[in-house]
């Protein structure tokens, strides 16, 4: 797997690219953690759209991983989802939603609105 970080408009982009395991998830974690404590903008959208689901090896202790981001003030953003990774990121959120957007403009723009819970229930994948 590979993470491809790039800023649009002051906002973190990370896109994942390939086949993810459970050996890129800890180094992933690391990555990610140093980007939330030295950047001052804690601004984050991450892109699945290239990220292939090829099964469950690894895939618990990454939405673990990305549950811990979820717990921020400025909750990150995802796109790009697959069916599979929808199913999951809902079967693990618990108290905590994910922010879930088709695309990246969605994602980007929602940083300009404070969240509430009916914008996160009209906002996500699938949803009117």
């Known amino acids: ?34 980007l939330y404590e ?3 903008n804690r601004k984050v959208v991450f892109n699945f759209e290239k990220l292939e689901f090829v099964g469950s090896s690894g895939i618990k202790p990454f939405i673990k991983m990305l549950k811990e981001f979820n717990k ?11 069916t599979e990774y929808q199913r ?8 905590n939603p994910f922010f879930i957007f088709n695309d990246e403009h969605e994602a980007l ?4 609105f404070t969240p509430n819970k009916r914008w996160i229930a009209t906002k996500r994948v699938g949803r009117a």
């Open 109 to 112: 723009k929602s940083y300009r």
């Open 38 to 40: 030295h950047k001052k």
């Open 72 to 82: 921020d003030t400025d909750k990150p953003r995802f796109y790009g989802l697959s």
């Open 88 to 95: 999951l990121f809902k079967a693990f959120e618990g108290r």
């Open 1 to 34: 797997m590979k993470a491809i970080v790039t800023n649009k408009r002051g906002i973190t982009i990370v896109s994942f690219e390939g086949h993810l395991s459970f050996s890129h998830t800890t180094k992933l974690k690391e990555t990610l953690q140093e």
